[in-house]
């Protein structure tokens, strides 16, 4: 039985356009996004497999295979919904009369300013070697917004750390209309972020703070 499920877009193919084409958003859905809950699903029945005939010998791959598919199934699954149509309140800047204040003053204390943090994300998102992501996260140990930028799926994060914000930066998000201008993607991008749906993955991540960091 398949534990993980492609979840459906939350608006049709050509809803962000002109950021993001009706093509790129079909293809990344429909088969990049749906290999990599396959992938995660797969993985899990050949680990059963090896529990069961108590062979160990590929558990390294197994392992890291887990790791890659399931975390890409995550983060693409934050993805989604990071986005909305400019003209359904997409892009522009998290501010108190929004209803994302909360988050607006987060950010501006985390990183001095929205300006501040933007250029941040902007390079830490563009200048990723080969595939990987620019990501916001929540750190419970600190109470605080950083950006990470993570390698493939998964490498390169603080491990208490939530995604609370997600810029794709594998080449096929882009490729299909963007050509190698990565950049220009990057820079795009900030025209279809969601910020209801960011404040809201603030909110429930800083809940995870007494479950994540118990006392002994």
């Known amino acids: ?3 993980y499920t492609l979840p459906e877009l939350p608006y049709d193919y050509a ?3 002109p950021v ?6 079909e ?3 429909d088969k990049h996004h749906a290999a990599y809950v396959k992938g995660a699903n797969d993985t899990l029945e050949q680990l059963a497999e090896a529990r069961d005939k108590e062979s160990w010998g590929a558990i390294n791959g197994l392992e890291k295979n887990l790791a890659f598919h399931l975390s890409g199934h995550i983060l693409h699954s934050i993805y989604w919904h990071n986005m909305n149509s400019p003209k359904d309140g997409g892009g522009g800047e998290p501010t108190a009369a929004d209803g994302v204040g909360e988050l607006a003053d987060a950010i501006t204390e985390s990183f001095g300013s929205f300006a501040k943090f933007k250029a941040q994300l902007t390079k830490a998102s563009a200048t990723t070697q080969g595939s990987g992501w620019g990501v916001l996260a929540y750190e419970p140990l600190s109470n605080r917004l950083i950006v990470e ?3 493939d799926h998964q490498g390169n994060v603080g491990q208490g750390s939530t995604p609370i914000l997600v810029f794709d930066a594998w080449e096929h998000a882009f ?4 050509k190698n201008q990565k950049v220009d993607f990057i820079e795009a991008m900030w025209e279809v972020v969601n910020w209801q749906d960011v404040a809201k993955r603030y909110e429930a991540a800083k809940q995870r703070v007494n479950s994540l960091l118990l006392a002994p």
């Open 1 to 3: 039985m398949a534990i």
């Open 15 to 17: 809803a962000l356009e």
């Open 20 to 25: 993001i084409n009706p093509q790129i958003i």
């Open 27 to 29: 293809l990344h859905h």
């Open 149 to 151: 930028q993570i390698y």
């Open 175 to 178: 490729y299909l209309q963007y």
